[in-house]
């Protein structure tokens, strides 16, 4: 995307898409599907020892948003990259990797505390989905952002199909969200349609290949 392209853009457009792009960063992801399984599957969650809602999103939330968004912020400092935005997918490399530590470390923690399975599943999916879209990108630029709608959609269809409870209307509520996701990025000319598809496509894979693996 280039700045004229951006531009170019009516303003009721990109302000809106620009809004939705910050509040679906992939950099929230995880933080985003554990409240969502507190919220849809709370009998499991509570299963977790010392199991209170805003400990464990804290617990997450330090370890895959402000850790990652520390770096980042880091490598700006230091001159490594040009802004905060990662424009270049060359300045993607080291928060990539760091971000994989990262999230490979929360499934650690939460798989020593005996979580559910759909909690361990979702956070090795964001692990494995992280590797996915670094691996693809270094050959295809690929959507970061639908990458994790892609996985927060994959943890919905597992919970369609494994919850007792029909999780019908959260399901398409989330399908409407990754929707809306996928279109922002295509307005601020961030991504073509197949770079958006791609990161669905990853994000939804890696989230059901953890589940089945771990089953």
């Known amino acids: 995307m280039t700045k004229e392209t951006n531009l170019n853009t009516p303003a009721w457009l990109r302000i809106p ?19 969502l399984l507190f919220l849809l599957a709370p009998t499991g969650m509570m299963a977790i020892p010392g199991a209170h809602m805003g400990i464990i999103l804290i617990r997450i939330a330090y370890i895959t948003a402000f850790f990652p968004l520390l770096t980042v912020l880091l ?21 990539m990797m760091a971000t994989m530590i990262f999230y490979f470390w929360v499934y650690q923690v939460f798989k020593n505390l005996d979580a559910p ?4 599943s979702m956070l090795l999916g964001c692990f494995w989905g992280v590797i996915t879209l670094f691996m693809v990108g270094i050959f295809f630029k690929v959507s970061l952002h639908t990458g994790a709608a892609g996985g927060m959609v994959g943890l919905m269809s597992i919970l369609l199909f494994q919850s007792p409870v029909n999780m019908a209307i959260p399901f398409f509520v989330i399908l409407f969200v990754a929707g809306l996701t996928g279109t922002a990025r295509m307005i601020l000319h961030a991504h073509t349609p197949g770079e958006i598809w791609l ?17």
């Open 199 to 215: 990161g669905y496509i990853v994000g939804l894979i890696a989230q059901w290949a953890a589940f089945l693996y771990l089953s």
């Open 17 to 35: 898409a620009t809004i939705i792009s910050y509040l679906c960063h992939p950099v929230f992801l995880p933080t985003v599907m554990t409240y």
């Open 117 to 120: 399975l759909i909690m361990r």
């Open 75 to 95: 490598l700006k400092g230091l001159g490594f990259v040009d802004s905060i935005m990662l424009h270049n997918p060359k300045e993607r490399i080291i928060p």
